[in-house]
């Protein structure tokens, strides 16, 4: 069995909405703490996403995070003896060392930062170590993908450019899944640490804008970036319209961001809890699938530690 990280799931907003205590059990759901506990990972990075807000049972945004928030931790404390939280290497290392997941606590959509750095400094008291600055729409930060060229080219606003500079001085992953090329590409400018992707595809295989461009990879992999392959049909398929998930077009994803950003680039960003279509692979369980093909088509065992948990334990390292 071999440990791994997962850079993105949307587990918590599903636990919300099911109004459970805790997210130890949830057998509605693609992944929680007992099938991560039984599949053997290193950890999970659970994102408090915010959806658009005109979905009736949205409520303020201060309100749903302090929710998911609660849920995050609460969920810790009662399964204390299986999954702790980290806010570094150094937490995730001691969490695997003495048998427990680790718990990375992170934000997609940066909207509720507001334009004030003192909301990033206060998400990361609150224990948040990434946020993915847009989702698909524009916000403080700047634009979101799109289909629409004028607005995939746009970069960052002012305070964007500034936020990036300030996450970099707290310690604070930078994630470019869902951002405008443009924004992409004023982020890799402007950071001094490297940069993830944390559930994001190779664009050359599957054409939709939420993937990323052969030019994309290799910037990010030259800054020591990481990008994680995301498990959404839509992501992988040439025909963006289908939605099936196959253990062969993962491995296709994983093979050509490889080849281009090199066996210290790619890791995992399932999207579980966020996703739907047919997956051969829907659940922590089933992950090992995924690493014996991986086997089958020659990565040897050090390319699928890398891929599984040595990447990201490296890109926490040097961000963190």
Request: glycine residues 8%; charged residues 25%.
């Amino acid at each position: 069995m071999i440990p791994y990280f997962d850079l993105h799931c949307d587990t918590l907003e599903l636990g919300f909405l099911k109004k459970k205590e805790d997210i130890y059990e949830m057998p509605e759901g693609m992944l929680d703490i007992r099938r991560m506990k039984e599949a053997g990972m290193y950890g999970q990075f659970f994102a408090i996403f915010f959806p658009p807000q005109n979905r009736e049972w949205m409520p303020e945004d201060e309100v749903y995070y302090q929710s998911l928030k609660n849920l995050f931790y609460e969920s810790l404390d009662r399964h204390k003896d299986c999954i702790a939280f980290a806010g570094c290497a150094a937490d995730a290392e001691r969490n695997f060392r003495e048998g427990k997941l680790s718990a990375f606590l992170t934000i997609e959509d940066g909207r509720h930062v507001q334009g004030e750095l003192s909301n990033i400094e206060r998400f990361y008291q609150d224990g948040v170590r990434l946020i993915s600055l847009t989702w698909n729409y524009e916000n403080c930060f700047g634009a979101p993908n799109s289909k629409d060229r004028t607005i995939m080219e746009r970069g960052l606003t002012s305070f964007g450019c500034e936020a990036v500079r300030y996450m970099n001085e707290l310690g604070m992953l930078i994630d470019v899944s869902h951002l405008s090329d443009g924004g992409f590409y004023d982020a890799v400018r402007l950071s001094r640490k490297p940069l993830v992707a944390s559930h994001s595809n190779a664009r050359a295989l599957c054409p939709h804008p939420r993937n990323l461009t052969d030019d994309m990879i290799y910037n990010l992999a030259e800054i020591g970036g990481v990008a994680g392959v995301n498990f959404y049909g839509a992501f992988l398929q040439q025909d963006a319209k289908r939605e099936e998930s196959t253990i062969a077009g993962l491995v296709a994803h994983i093979k050509h961001m490889t080849k281009l950003g090199g066996e210290d680039f790619v890791a995992l960003g399932t999207d579980f809890d966020g996703i739907g279509g047919v997956l051969e692979i829907g659940t922590p369980l089933e992950m090992v699938r995924l690493f014996e093909q991986l086997e089958r088509e020659g990565f040897s065992e050090r390319q699928i530690e890398k891929l599984a948990y040595k990447n990201v334990l490296r890109l926490i390292h040097d961000v963190m």
